[in-house]
């Protein structure tokens, strides 16, 4: 049988869902969350479909471009979701949410996490701010048909919501750049849980702890939430990339550096605190050969760089267009990386302060990330640590 239960069971059989979290999970049906028509097709005339995808581990895309219409032929941009249950369980894990606390949530989105929080906190204790106005009253619906109304607020998450503060948590359901300021300042003794990153690598969760307005934070897990609306990467497609650009041909040069090293997650992470603005994708050939592409493009879209992988090659080719060769930034990063020995994602750390903080080293406003201690601080937030050694593409690397 399909139902609400199955999706409990599925949780447990996974081993994701704790003790504490079961009878709020078991109590809200996510179907009162879900709509016939989403993302992943039209269901009205096919209930069974319908229980499938809702009552399953899986995100459920309810809104894509903002609600508004999709061009022919055109990208559907992921907007708004019921984001996969057990990746809201590990994100509830790092909250450490206990009986009493009060919870302020960023990425009302369908309500069914709101739901979720209501039913084991109380609904005087959650808050749940929305960006989206259609998505909030939808949400608002939801809810109520679930039976729980928490404080519910249409608005830009990164005020968060002061009339409610002192918050003892704060939840973020999309991945955001920084930590703004007003979340420090709402929930000055507490915990923050967040997506966190840029343009470049967004796939962490960054958990802050926060004493006195000081926060301090580790990056985990491997997400992959929607933005945050008012901060999203640039839209140029990759896929293009190199193809018969039309203009000035780029400028050619070779590297040794296997371009499929620089994307794996520690470095991809690393590069991505100093090339916050610069997306990346690797483009597998459409044959056998097992060569492939690796693109690179700046958000505003007039620099780019591609990396072409032969196997067995020895050296491979690089063309950078635009004022900033992409892989020289890149490679500096790779190697900066190296020379600290290669860490892994979990040796990092961010500090932050607000105006009344105080930390190592840390100004008014400033993030900081370092590796191991935060006296060793590897990236400013938003800011290159230092403007790579040659901006022009070597003979060979
Ligand atoms: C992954 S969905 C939220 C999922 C939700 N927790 C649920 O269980 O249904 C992320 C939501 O964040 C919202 N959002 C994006 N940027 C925002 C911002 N700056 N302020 C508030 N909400 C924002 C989006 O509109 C979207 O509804």
Redesign the pocket.
């Known amino acids: 049988m399909t139902t609400h239960q199955q999706l409990v069971r599925t949780l447990l059989r996974q081993g994701v869902l704790p003790p504490e979290w079961h009878e709020a999970v078991a109590s809200v049906d996510r179907g009162l ?1 879900i709509p016939e028509v989403f993302e992943g097709g039209d269901f009205t005339s096919d209930p069974e479909g319908w229980l499938r995808s809702v009552y399953a581990d899986v ?1 459920v895309v ?2 894509v471009n ?1 609600g508004k219409p999709t061009p022919e032929g055109g990208f559907g941009l ?6 996969m249950p057990s990746i ?1 369980l590990e994100m509830l894990a790092l909250l450490d949410v206990r009986e009493g606390r009060r919870v302020l ?12 929080l209501s039913h084991r906190l109380g609904a005087r204790n959650v808050t ?5 106005e259609a ?2 009253s939808t ?1 608002v619906k939801n809810l109520n048909n679930s039976g729980h109304h928490p404080t519910t607020v249409l ?4 005020d968060g919501h002061p009339a409610g503060a002192p918050y003892d948590r704060i ?4 991945t ?1 750049r920084n930590v703004p300021r007003a979340w420090l300042e709402q929930c000055p003794d507490g915990l923050i849980v967040t997506p966190w990153g840029s343009s470049y690598f967004s796939g962490s969760f960054l958990t802050l702890t926060v004493t006195d307005g000081r926060a301090r934070g580790t990056f985990s897990g491997d997400p992959a ?7 999203r990467p640039g839209a140029v497609p990759l896929g293009g990339i190199g193809r018969g650009e039309p203009g000035a041909p780029g400028m050619r040069s070779t590297t040794d550096i296997p371009p499929q090293n620089v994307i794996q997650d520690a470095p991809a992470f690393f590069t991505g605190l100093s090339l916050t603005d610069v997306r990346y994708r690797w483009c597998q050939a459409d044959d056998d050969s097992g060569e492939a592409t690796l693109r690179f493009v700046t958000d505003d879209g007039r620099s780019w760089a591609t990396v072409e992988y032969v196997p067995d090659a020895e050296t491979y080719e690089v063309e950078q267009h635009g004022p900033r060769p992409l892989w020289d930034e890149v490679r500096h990063e790779f190697l900066r990386w190296h020379d600290l020995g290669a860490p892994d994602r979990s040796r990092f750390g961010l500090s932050a302060v607000t105006g009344t903080g105080t930390d190592v080293g840390a100004g008014d406003d400033e993030q900081q990330v370092w590796l191991d201690d935060p006296h060793h601080v590897v990236a400013r937030a938003g800011t290159r640590m230092s403007p790579p050694a040659a901006c022009r593409p070597t003979a060979r690397d």
């Open positions: 969350f995100p309810t809104q903002d992921f907007t708004s979701s019921s984001t809201m949530e960023i990425g009302t989105g369908t309500g069914y996490h709101a739901a979720w749940s701010v929305e960006f989206d998505v909030l949400a608005g830009n998450g990164h939840i973020c359901t999309c955001v939430f929607m933005w945050d609306r008012t901060a």
